[in-house]
């Protein structure tokens, strides 16, 4: 289970976390959202040691993973928002690499590379440079990183980026299957179609705080709004959309 205790992140003049407090459960998805700005990728940091907190605790299965946060990472997957790859490597070298890094025994890591490349039809590019790689090629292979060591806590921060349609479904399977074999699944998404229908909850933050943490199912019925979009759009969003479209197409016929 993690858990974030009250957490909060502050940088000069500005909380981009505040006072922020919830758990992902293990067997379950919770789903991380908000709008741009709003501290997602920043809690997503703190939760990978990159950040540390103003304050606040962020625990894993009971203890403050900074007690040990070399093994506490060992059981971490994470997919950033901006994918930071070595462009001179090929697919395949990245993943060996990453293996080699986390101390996977030489010839099962291969072998799940390998499947790895194959399921996400990246096999016969395994030997081209990622330089040469499409967002969604790249994409793919930063969760075949993430997931190789077969980790405990998964943390997706805008999984579906580039991914083709195909690819997309694929994982918003694989996410589903992870969940139903105890792991931890995090991710943050700005597609709410893909978040309603894979999410065990949300989480929904606004200007930093939390504004929202149940089931789906719960917010419908407390907010009497029958999709997640209708409900992150009364939660947190200001504008007014109807609003700004209408405008938007007057002033180019104009």
Do not use: W
Not at 216 to 229: D, F, G, Y
């Amino acid at each position: 289970m993690l858990e974030l205790r009250n957490v909060s992140k502050h940088f000069p003049g500005v909380a981009a976390v505040d006072n922020v407090s919830f758990t992902a459960r293990a067997g379950e998805i919770t789903g991380y959202l908000g709008p741009n700005g709003s501290g997602k990728s920043t809690t997503m940091k703190m939760i990978t040691g990159l950040m540390e907190p103003s304050s606040g605790k962020i625990l894993f299965d009971g203890q403050p993973i900074g007690r040990d946060l070399l093994g506490f990472k060992r059981r971490m997957g994470y997919v950033p928002e901006e994918p930071h790859l070595y462009p001179h490597l090929t697919g395949l070298e990245y993943l060996v690499m990453v293996g080699q890094l986390r101390g996977l025994s030489t010839k099962p890591a291969a072998e799940c590379i390998d499947g790895m490349l194959r399921l996400f039809s990246l096999h016969s590019d395994r030997h081209v440079p990622i330089s040469s790689y499409s967002k969604g090629m790249r994409q793919k292979i930063l969760l075949s990183a993430a997931l190789l060591h077969n980790p405990d806590l998964i943390l997706l921060d805008e999984p579906f980026s580039g991914l083709d349609v195909g690819t997309g479904l694929v994982l918003r399977s694989l996410i589903q299957e992870l969940a139903s074999r105890g792991k931890v699944v995090l991710f943050s998404s700005h597609e709410l179609e893909t978040v309603e229908r894979v999410s065990s909850r949300v989480v929904i933050l606004h200007r930093g705080k939390v504004v929202a943490d149940d089931s789906i199912e719960n917010l419908r019925n407390l907010m009497a709004v029958p999709t997640l979009e209708g409900i992150f759009s009364q939660l947190a969003v200001e504008q007014d959309t109807a609003a700004i479209t209408r405008e938007i197409a007057d002033l180019i016929r104009a």
